[in-house]
């Protein structure tokens, strides 16, 4: 996962991972964003916005035309961040037998 993703962003508090984003890009057209993630002891103190902004000033991201991403139920954060919901896309998956 993590070598093949174009930029990961961590946040540390001494030796433990405690926040997580990554993403990947063509770098011109489209990027998306992963797993961010953070840790429940540490959420509510702009850590979550911290990844998504770095996550979004790297090069990689930075000149894509749209970024995409997909939430379960964090989609406000996301809208506070510039993020909008869109009704012209639909997301479509493809599961695979294990």
Known sequence: MLRRSDVAVTAWSRQQLIGFGRASSDGTFRAVLW??????????????????TELLHCPEVRDAEKVYLMTTNSAGFYRRLGFDSTHRQHLLVLHRPD
């Open 35 to 52: 797993d961010v993630v953070v840790a429940a002891p540490h959420q509510g103190q702009g850590l979550g916005h911290r990844i998504v």
